[in-house]
């Protein structure tokens, strides 16, 4: 039988181990990321959070959004508008001394991180000593494109 984890407890609660996270999504819903993952990130000592995500799922999910909800937006989030859809599921916790790295299938929303059965890869690094360095080097060159 598969253990069923969520791919956010990875990051564990060690506040030394990172200081700044990158996510990118399709899909993404602001109160279950305010709610539920930025506590997640916080616990793992993540001061530093930026959000890419679709530019049209982006725009929905504002529409979506009652009169009640009061942003307490604590992180940057940027709409990447592409001719296609902006696809990629990257989870990237970045510290001194150690790295975090998932890729998989799941959007930052409940159903994506909660509910659904999605498939993550994931790779730590503790300073240079990692077979997956080259993964965290050319993920991050690709991260760094979004600007």
């Not at 599921?89 to 409940?110: C, E, P, W």
Request: proline share 3%.
């Amino acid at each position: 039988m598969i253990d069923r984890l969520n791919i956010l407890e990875l990051f564990g609660a060690d506040k030394n181990k990172y200081h700044s996270c990158i996510i990118t999504c399709y899909s993404f819903d602001f109160i279950f990321f305010e709610q539920r993952v930025l506590p997640m990130l916080r616990r793992a000592g993540m001061i530093n959070i930026n959000v890419f995500v679709d530019a049209r799922m982006y725009q929905q999910q504002l529409s979506n959004l009652d009169g009640n909800y009061i942003a307490k937006q604590s992180y940057s989030i940027t709409p990447i508008k592409l001719n296609g859809a902006f696809h990629p599921k990257i989870l990237m916790g970045v510290g001194k001394n150690n790295g975090f790295l998932a890729i998989g299938s799941g959007n930052i929303t409940n159903s994506g991180l909660s509910s659904n059965d999605e498939v993550w890869g994931a790779f730590h690094t503790f300073k240079e000593e990692s077979n997956a360095l080259p993964l965290f080097k050319t993920t991050y060159e690709y991260l760094q494109k979004l600007k």
